[in-house]
């Protein structure tokens, strides 16, 4: 057990070293993003062990992105767009995306500490609790045209924070970063579908 924990704790400062050499990863930004997730704040009570139930709870602030892309990394480096809170905060994530290539699609979910996916209110990842990085997966049959995202996510205690959401498509194997970006509707409008279709086969 000692041997598999110190392997993890290597791996995961490698992790940390590169993400060193590339530019800062954020939660998000204040400049609007129509087309992206918009990321509502909140900040939540000292010892939270699970995700809130943030219904009720009034945000703090807002901020936007396209991806989730926090890799594991000191809490001293701070949230960039966020506040100067360093730890005990909630972030909501909401948006809407399009699907051309209906099928089964596969998403991974990184979190230190809790994180959940929702596609069309329907959950596919839970990844809640509070603990290190720690990534699970999940997958969804997704018909052609919108569908809707929620990611919810807590930080519990500083030292280490972490947020990465990926993505497979139909047919593949490999993961990559989910953005917004790349699940644009065609320019041709008036071909997508009212509501979404049930994926063939």
Request: charged share 20%; net charge neutral.
């Amino acid at each position: 057990m000692r041997f598999a924990s110190l392997l993890q704790t290597l791996a995961l400062l490698a992790v940390m070293a590169a993400a060193q050499d590339s530019p800062v990863p954020t939660f998000g930004t204040t400049v609007v993003l129509s087309s992206g997730l918009q990321g509502e704040i909140y900040f939540i009570h000292h010892n939270t062990q699970n995700l809130p139930d943030l219904k009720k709870r009034k945000p703090v602030g807002v901020i936007y992105t396209t991806r989730l892309n926090v890799p594991p990394q000191d809490f001293k480096v701070g949230f960039p767009g966020l506040t100067n809170r360093f730890e005990w905060f909630a972030i909501e994530y909401t948006g809407k995306f399009w699907i051309d290539d209906p099928g089964l699609y596969g998403f991974s979910l990184m979190a230190d500490d809790g994180a959940q996916l929702f596609i069309d209110d329907r959950i596919v990842i839970d990844n809640g609790g509070s603990h290190p990085p720690l990534t699970k997966e999940g997958s969804v049959n997704l018909a052609a045209g919108l569908h809707r995202m929620r990611v919810p996510y807590f930080q519990g205690p500083r030292f280490l924070v972490a947020l990465v959401l990926k993505v497979a498509r139909p047919g593949q194997r490999d993961f990559k970063v989910f953005d917004t970006s790349d699940f644009k509707p065609s320019k041709d409008l008036d071909s997508w579908p009212k509501q979404p279709t049930a994926p063939q086969g």
